[in-house]
């Protein structure tokens, strides 16, 4: 186990951009998880779980409490048959690695998310007409309180547009079984390719987002809205609605997390002005109001 004080997040999060965290604990077991989660309730501390920080930001003004982080024990992703056991510190790219090795379909849509397994099964990721709750079997997590190990069956996770009942129950999964089929190793291979070269010509890769910044409105797509309200390019300080790709917001360079969310309010105010439609973020806005 690793204390850290006073931690700029902007090393841990895809954005690069936020605030300081009071404290962060990385762990490299389900004991140590669950005797920092014992801690926390016990003097009741606020928390966050934090994987690849590829969905979260920290507001400018910090975070008075813990981000816990799972160390690389949590990174192991292991073959039974046709399931594939991940830790949930692994990163989707090195799970994506571990089902084509063994000839596995099913988590092609998945293999160029970026960030953990972990935080996938938090929101219940998805992409090119795939979601995590195609193919999750079980999640083993420990109680919020650190009082308990458990598995739960997928149809107990409350799986559903960008939402896991972990949201609520703030209990921290540490294990994720993925249930997958044998496929044909070259037709694996090459749909990730696809899916690959269509996410590099279609998505400001090369810049820090947090991925897709908003929820997709039933009947609407988010992108669209934003580029057809004139918002393509738009830029508050160092953010800017990417000029590839509108339903990102990137960080140009030395953009603050304060420039990220007034760009984000920027672009919701008028989409609702234009259109009548509500956004909201898909990310994680994490800080204390100061």
Same mark, same amino acid.
């Given at each position: 186990m690793?204390?850290?004080?006073?931690v700029?997040?902007?090393?841990?999060?895809?954005f !690069?951009?936020?605030?300081?965290?009071?404290?962060?604990?990385?762990?490299? *077991? +389900?004991?140590?998880? =669950?005797?920092?989660?014992?801690?926390?309730h016990?003097?009741?501390?606020? /928390?966050i779980v934090?994987?690849n920080?590829?969905?979260t930001?920290? !507001? %400018?003004?910090g975070?008075?409490?813990? +981000?816990? &982080?799972?160390?690389?024990?949590?990174?192991r +992703?292991?073959v039974e048959?046709?399931?594939?056991?991940?830790?949930?510190?692994?990163l989707?790219?090195?799970?994506?690695?571990a089902?084509?090795?063994a000839?596995?379909?099913?988590?092609?849509?998945?293999s160029?998310?970026p960030?953990?397994?972990?935080? =996938?099964?938090?929101?219940n990721?998805?992409? /090119?007409?795939?979601?995590m709750? %195609?193919?999750?079997?079980? +999640?083993?997590?420990?109680?919020?309180?650190?009082s308990?190990?458990?598995?739960?069956?997928?149809?107990?996770?409350?799986?559903?547009?960008?939402?896991?009942?972990?949201?609520?129950?703030?209990?921290?999964?540490?294990?994720?079984?993925?249930?997958? &089929? !044998?496929g044909?190793?070259?037709?694996?291979?090459?749909?990730?390719? %696809?899916?690959?070269r269509r996410?590099n010509?279609?998505?400001?890769v090369q810049?820090? *987002?947090?991925?897709?910044f908003?929820?997709?409105?039933?009947?609407?797509?988010?992108?669209?809205?934003?580029?057809?309200a004139?918002l &393509?390019?738009?830029s508050v300080?160092?953010?800017?609605?990417?000029?590839?790709? *509108?339903?990102?917001i990137?960080?140009?360079?030395?953009?603050?997390?304060?420039?990220i969310?007034?760009?984000?309010?920027?672009?919701?105010?008028?989409?609702?002005?234009?259109?009548?439609?509500?956004?909201?973020?898909?990310?994680?806005?994490?800080?204390?109001?100061?």
């Amino acid at each position: 186990m690793e204390r850290l004080q006073n931690v700029d997040m902007r090393e841990f999060t895809s954005f !690069k951009a936020g605030g300081k965290a009071r404290e962060m604990v990385i762990l490299e *077991s +389900v004991e140590e998880l =669950a005797e920092v989660l014992q801690e926390i309730h016990r003097l009741q501390k606020k /928390y966050i779980v934090l994987g690849n920080g590829s969905n979260t930001l920290i !507001k %400018d003004s910090g975070f008075d409490g813990v +981000v816990v &982080k799972l160390g690389e024990a949590f990174n192991r +992703v292991t073959v039974e048959g046709d399931r594939l056991i991940c830790g949930t510190g692994a990163l989707m790219s090195v799970v994506a690695k571990a089902a084509l090795a063994a000839d596995l379909t099913g988590f092609e849509f998945a293999s160029g998310i970026p960030g953990s397994i972990g935080g =996938a099964i938090f929101m219940n990721a998805g992409a /090119y007409g795939g979601e995590m709750k %195609d193919i999750v079997e079980s +999640v083993r997590l420990v109680r919020n309180d650190g009082s308990k190990v458990e598995s739960i069956k997928a149809a107990d996770m409350e799986l559903a547009y960008r939402h896991s009942v972990l949201e609520e129950t703030r209990d921290v999964a540490v294990t994720v079984t993925l249930k997958l &089929k !044998k496929g044909n190793h070259d037709e694996i291979a090459a749909q990730m390719a %696809d899916l690959t070269r269509r996410r590099n010509e279609k998505q400001p890769v090369q810049y820090p *987002s947090a991925g897709s910044f908003f929820k997709r409105p039933e009947g609407y797509f988010a992108g669209k809205l934003i580029q057809d309200a004139g918002l &393509k390019g738009t830029s508050v300080g160092g953010a800017q609605v990417s000029e590839l790709h *509108s339903g990102f917001i990137i960080n140009r360079g030395g953009a603050t997390a304060t420039d990220i969310i007034d760009l984000m309010h920027l672009v919701q105010n008028t989409v609702y002005d234009k259109f009548g439609v509500r956004l909201e973020p898909e990310v994680r806005i994490i800080g204390d109001e100061r």
